[in-house]
Nanobody, 124 residues
């Protein structure tokens, strides 16, 4: 079992930065991939980024490439999403997810564990 708690969301002006954190409890965090997803009002949950269990491989949605960076510190049982050059269209609730011991996925249904989400609002 893995329990996830996100933090770091907030209100920021366009062009600004935020760093989201995902604190995990349980012994299996380092054994599974981690992903970040977003969900805007009235829309389905969308893939943002993923990182393999050892941090050796990262993957991004086209919309965030070059602006967002996913990372993890397994010693601290924590994952991160550094978001730079934020745009109003990045406004959403951001969720971290964990699962997939062998690989990663951009499909939300493949992840077993989810946090409660943190709101990110980017003003123009």
């Amino acid at each position: 079992q893995v329990q996830l708690v996100e933090s770091g969301g907030g209100l920021v002006q366009a062009g600004g930065s935020l760093r989201l954190s995902c604190a995990a409890s349980g012994r299996t965090f380092s054994r599974v991939a981690m992903g970040w997803f977003l969900q805007a009002p009235g829309k389905e949950r969308e893939f943002v980024a993923a990182i393999t269990r050892n941090g050796g491989s990262t993957h991004y949605a086209d919309s965030v490439k070059g602006r967002f960076t996913i990372s993890r510190d397994n010693a601290k049982n924590t994952g991160y999403l550094q978001m730079n050059s934020l745009k109003p269209e990045d406004t959403a609730v951001y969720y971290c997810a964990a699962g997939l011991p062998q690989s990663w996925s951009d499909y939300a249904g493949r992840y077993d564990y989810w946090g409660q989400g943190t709101q990110v609002t980017v003003s123009s």
